[in-house]
C-alpha cells in the first residue's frame, strides 16, 4: 500500500532505517553458515560409527531443512522487513511505514510535536544515524535508526517553520463579501486551529547535539 496524501501534501524526504540494523541478520547469516558446513563436514567424513553412516542420509537432509528455516527467520525477514519500511517527512506529518498494511503505518502532525531531538552516541560524526525523537504533548516517539539524524531534525524543523500560521480558507472568497450577510466561517477550520498556531509561533527550538 502506497503513502496515500491528503490535498496539497507532498514529500519533502523518504528514506529508510540505516543500514547498521542488518548488522545482526549478517552475523547471524555468516554464524549459521559456519556451524552448518562444519556439521556437514561431520557427517561426511568416513571415520564414523556405524549407526551414523546408516542415519547419514536422514542426519543430512535434516540439517538442509533447519538450515533453511534458520536462514528465513535470521536473516531474510528481517531484511525484508527492513526493505520495506520507511520513514516519510512530509509538508504536514511525520510517518513510519512498514509494509503494505495500514495497520503498519504510524502518523504523527508536524502542529503536534513540541521538540525534536536527534539521540547520538557519544562523539559521533555530523551525519551520523541515531534515534529521532518526537516530543509531543504527553508523550514522546522514538524513530530509531535515522540515517544522517541531525540533518534529518534540521528537515523536519524546516517543514514546521514552513507551515502556515493562518487557517487556510478552501471555497470561500473573503474578498466578495459586501459584509451584508452574516459572518462566513471556512468549513475546514478546525475548533482549535487558532490555538495550534499561535503555539507554533512562540514555538523556540532548543538547541541538542
Same mark, same amino acid.
Given at each position: 500500500m502506497k503513502l496515500i496524501l491528503e490535498k496539497r &501534501?507532498?514529500?519533502?524526504?523518504? %528514506?529508510?532505517?540505516?543500514?547498521? $540494523?542488518?548488522?545482526?541478520? +549478517? +552475523? =547471524?547469516?555468516? !554464524? !549459521?553458515?559456519?556451524? %552448518?558446513?562444519?556439521?556437514?563436514?561431520?557427517?561426511?567424513?568416513? *571415520? +564414523? #560409527?556405524?549407526?551414523?553412516?546408516?542415519?547419514?542420509?536422514?542426519? /543430512?537432509? !535434516?540439517?538442509?531443512v533447519v538450515f533453511a528455516v534458520l536462514l528465513v527467520i535470521w536473516c531474510l525477514r528481517p531484511w525484508i522487513r527492513w526493505a520495506n519500511s520507511f520513514i516519510y517527512l512530509t509538508t504536514e506529518r511525520i510517518v513510519t511505514k512498514r509494509g503494505r498494511r495500514a495497520a503498519g503505518q504510524h502518523s504523527i502532525g508536524l502542529y503536534a510535536i513540541h521538540d525534536i531531538v536527534? $539521540? $547520538?552516541?557519544?562523539?559521533?560524526? &555530523?551525519?551520523?544515524?541515531? %534515534?529521532? %525523537? +518526537?516530543? /509531543?504533548?504527553?508523550?514522546?516517539? @522514538?524513530?530509531?535508526?535515522?540515517?544522517? $539524524?541531525?540533518?534529518? =531534525?534540521?528537515?523536519?524543523?524546516?517543514?514546521?517553520?514552513?507551515?502556515?500560521?493562518? #487557517?487556510?480558507? *478552501?471555497?470561500? @472568497?473573503? &474578498? &466578495?463579501? *459586501?459584509?451584508s450577510g452574516p459572518p462566513m466561517k471556512p468549513t475546514n477550520e478546525a475548533p482549535h486551529q487558532h490555538d495550534q498556531q499561535h503555539h507554533h509561533e512562540r514555538r523556540e527550538w532548543t538547541q541538542h547535539e
Open positions: &501534501e507532498r514529500v519533502l524526504v523518504k %528514506t529508510r532505517a540505516h543500514r547498521r $540494523v542488518l548488522r545482526g541478520p +549478517l +552475523l =547471524r547469516f555468516l !554464524l !549459521l553458515v559456519a556451524g %552448518t558446513c562444519y556439521l556437514l563436514g561431520l557427517l561426511l567424513r568416513e *571415520d +564414523l #560409527p556405524g549407526w551414523v553412516v546408516e542415519a547419514r542420509a536422514l542426519a /543430512l537432509a !535434516l540439517l538442509a536527534a $539521540v $547520538v552516541r557519544p562523539k559521533a560524526p &555530523e551525519l551520523a544515524p541515531g %534515534t529521532l %525523537t +518526537l516530543v /509531543l504533548a504527553e508523550q514522546r516517539f @522514538n524513530i530509531p535508526h535515522v540515517p544522517a $539524524v541531525a540533518r534529518m =531534525r534540521g528537515y523536519c524543523i524546516g517543514a514546521i517553520g514552513a507551515l502556515p500560521h493562518f #487557517p487556510r480558507v *478552501d471555497g470561500v @472568497n473573503m &474578498e &466578495e463579501a *459586501d459584509g
